[in-house]
């Protein structure tokens, strides 16, 4: 099994900057992607940035020039650099763990909620 454990997240205005952290324990698939997702009431949950263990990366376009995504894999950690944040950018916003492999398995944190006040 996985573990996940979120921190950052909180209020902010419009424009300011925030950071995510999430770190993975357990028994955890050496090829892996570790990433951000977010969710807002009534929609579908949605990719915001993940990073593979070699490095490779995958934006959504809403958050491209604003947001950073790093991690460190002998720590397991992934970060969120949130940058020039909009009202928009408000949701719970949640850490995944995708082993990639055949017959991938999807791995969960808690949720973080992120607010921006315009």
């Known amino acids: 099994q996985v573990q996940l454990v979120e921190s950052g997240g909180g209020l902010v205005q419009a424009g300011g900057s925030l950071r995510l952290s999430c770190a993975a324990s357990?028994?955890?698939?050496?090829?892996?992607?570790m990433g951000w997702f977010r969710q807002t009431p009534g929609k579908q949950r949605e990719l915001v940035a993940v990073?593979?263990?070699?490095?490779?990366?995958n934006y959504a376009d809403s958050v491209k020039d604003r947001f950073t995504i790093a991690r460190d894999n002998a720590k397991n950690t992934v970060w969120l650099q949130m940058n020039s944040l909009k009202p928009e950018d408000t949701a719970v916003y949640y850490c995944?763990?995708?082993?990639?492999?055949?017959?991938?398995?999807?791995?969960w944190g808690q949720g973080t909620q992120v607010t921006v006040s315009s």
């Open positions: 995944n763990l995708k082993t990639l492999r055949i017959g991938s398995t999807d791995y």
């Open positions: 990073m593979t263990t070699t490095g490779s990366t």
């Open positions: 357990g028994s955890i698939f050496s090829r892996n992607a």
